[in-house]
């Protein structure tokens, strides 16, 4: 099973920013992630457009930013225009994911949709056609450092059946919980990018801690 990690800079120091994702500019790191909270979709807040324009000039890396917002569709320009490779919003927070999904595309950037952990696939019947992503959930998005919670990679092992039975090519990805000792339970299931905030950046040495995961990964 291939798979990459997408550290999340949730979990960094923000004084450090720069610093601290070169710190992670390693093998095996697919995307750095980028969580957008608006304390209104969730109970928390974090940064907005301007600093992720910032964080696009300070790495190579890919970007790839989850929106945890209220009306998505009213911010995506700004995600756009300040450097998005992958935008990610939830399905929750629209009343219409799809048309938001073709206009991402549109734009040249890879379109994601996200399910927090109680929200069904079948939500996204209709919109497979339509995205380059999805990412489930395995924890109550917010906060960092939080448990898995493991029924949730029944969801992960459907969206997988879904995705080869109907030859899509979205990438899957599982965000929230991840440790050295369940990331293979995630990629077991079929994760294809594992984001991992407080397993990566709560380490002192980030870039061993993805190395550390790569390995663990690799042996489901
Ligand atoms: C959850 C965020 C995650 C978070 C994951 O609200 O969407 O991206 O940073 O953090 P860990 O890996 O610490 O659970
Ligand atoms: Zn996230």
């Known amino acids: 099973m291939m798979f990459k990690i997408a550290p999340s800079?949730?979990?960094?120091?923000?004084?450090?920013?720069?610093?601290?994702?070169?710190r992670i500019e390693v093998d095996g790191v697919g995307y750095l992630?980028?969580?957008?909270?608006?304390?209104?979709?969730?109970?928390?807040?974090?940064?907005?457009?301007?600093?992720?324009?910032y964080i696009r000039k300070a790495t190579s890396l890919p970007i790839d930013v989850h929106l945890m917002i209220e009306e998505p569709e009213k911010h995506v320009d700004a995600f756009i225009e300040a450097g998005?490779?992958?935008?990610?919003?939830?399905?929750?927070?629209t009343r219409h994911p799809e048309r938001l999904l073709r206009y991402i595309r549109q734009k040249g950037v890879k379109a994601g949709i996200s399910l927090n952990p109680a929200t069904s696939?079948?939500?996204?019947?209709?919109?497979?056609?339509?995205v380059d992503l999805v990412l489930v959930l395995t924890v109550n998005p917010g906060f960092g450092g939080q448990k898995l919670i493991?029924?949730?990679?029944?969801?992960?092992?459907?969206?997988?059946?879904?995705?080869?039975?109907g030859g899509h090519d979205f990438i899957?990805?599982?965000?929230?919980?991840?440790?050295?000792?369940?990331?293979?339970?995630?990629?077991?299931?079929?994760?294809?990018?594992?984001?991992?905030?407080?397993?990566?950046?709560?380490?002192?040495n980030p870039a061993e801690a993805v190395s550390l995961l790569m390995k663990k990964g690799k042996k489901q």
């Open 84 to 93: 998005s490779d992958i935008l990610t919003f939830h399905v929750e927070a």
């Open 150 to 165: 493991p029924e949730v990679l029944q969801k992960v092992r459907a969206l997988k059946d879904i995705k080869s039975k």
């Open 172 to 204: 899957i990805q599982v965000d929230g919980g991840v440790t050295a000792d369940n990331i293979d339970q995630y990629v077991g299931s079929g994760g294809e990018l594992i984001v991992a905030g407080n397993a990566v950046f709560g380490s002192k």
């Open 121 to 130: 696939l079948d939500s996204l019947t209709y919109l497979y056609g339509a």
């Open 33 to 53: 992630h980028i969580d957008i909270m608006d304390g209104r979709f969730v109970p928390n807040i974090t940064i907005g457009a301007p600093v992720v324009k």
């Open 9 to 22: 800079i949730l979990s960094a120091d923000f004084t450090k920013l720069a610093e601290e994702i070169k």
